[in-house]
């Protein structure tokens, strides 16, 4: 079984910065891809962005040049540096992981979301 725990989301005024991690655990052999999602009331999922083991990343137009993501292979931890955030920025954000189990599975795990509320 393996978990995805993020942290670090929060209210935060125009302009400002966030930054979210997401803790893999759990019988993992290799994490391939991780990424972050978003979800604003009313509107479907977004990917957000997206980085592989190798480092290899892509954004949503909609934050280039403003967040960043990265990741610590040692530690299964995905990171997204969020700056000048913008009200239309507000959303769920949840962390994806593709991974290999220990007995070898391919898994495609959520974590549970995490609030980012971007409001004066």
């Known amino acids: 079984q393996v978990q995805l725990v993020e942290s670090g989301g929060g209210l935060v005024q125009p302009g400002g910065s966030l930054r979210l991690s997401c803790a893999a655990s759990?019988?993992?052999?290799?994490?391939?891809?991780m990424a972050w999602y978003r979800q604003a009331s009313g509107k479907q999922r977004e990917l957000v962005a997206g980085?592989?083991?190798?480092?290899?990343?892509n954004y949503a137009d909609s934050v280039k040049g403003r967040f960043t993501i990265s990741r610590d292979n040692a530690k299964n931890t995905v990171y997204l540096q969020m700056n000048s955030l913008k009200p239309e920025d507000t959303a769920v954000y949840s962390c994806?992981?593709?991974?290999?189990?220990?007995?070898?599975?391919?898994?495609?795990?959520w974590g549970q979301g995490t609030l980012v509320t971007v409001s004066s």
């Open positions: 994806n992981a593709k991974l290999s189990s220990t007995d070898y599975r391919y898994l495609e795990v």
């Open positions: 980085i592989t083991r190798g480092g290899s990343t």
């Open positions: 759990g019988s993992i052999n290799s994490i391939w891809t």
